[in-house]
Nanobody, 127 residues
Framework: VQLQASGGGQVQAGSSLTLSCTGSGRPLSNYAVGWFRQAPGKEREFVSASRRSDNAKYYADSVKGRFTISRDSGKNTVYLQMNSLTAEDTAVYYC?????????????????????WGQGTLVTVSS
């Protein structure tokens, strides 16, 4: 499956933004999908994931309550709705898909659990 991340941009602190991860080649409904981000000068970190096997959703503590991951199977797209953005959310955001619909809980936040990666979309939040 090929992934295309989009929706990034420059916004003010407190604003909202929705990122899209659109799949091609195969239905994203066959895969667990995660969002990761990499801030300038920092390592890439887990943001959120959607496990297709049981529709479970996972979030990093830093975004819990502000970000929401969702799917639209008809559009073969996974979204990341981001609210109450802060400067600390500035990063390149990547979407990624696992080999299948399930990733064990202990590995859901681990980059190596995902084998298909999109190209990234830049989110810049100014304070």
């Amino acid at each position: 499956v090929q992934l295309q991340a989009s929706g990034g941009g420059q916004v003010q602190a407190g604003s909202s933004l929705t990122l899209s991860c659109t799949g091609s080649g195969r239905p994203l409904s066959n895969y667990a999908v995660g969002w990761f981000r990499q801030a300038p000068g920092k390592e890439r970190e887990f943001v959120s994931a959607s496990r297709r096997s049981d529709n479970a959703k996972y979030y990093a503590d830093s975004v819990k309550g502000r970000f929401t991951i969702s799917r639209d199977s008809g559009k073969n797209t996974v979204y990341l709705q981001m609210n109450s953005l802060t400067a600390e959310d500035t990063a390149v955001y990547y979407c990624a898909a696992a080999k299948g619909p399930h990733v064990i809980v202990s590995a859901i936040r681990v980059e190596d659990s995902y084998v298909y990666w999109g190209q990234g979309t830049l989110v810049t939040v100014s304070s």
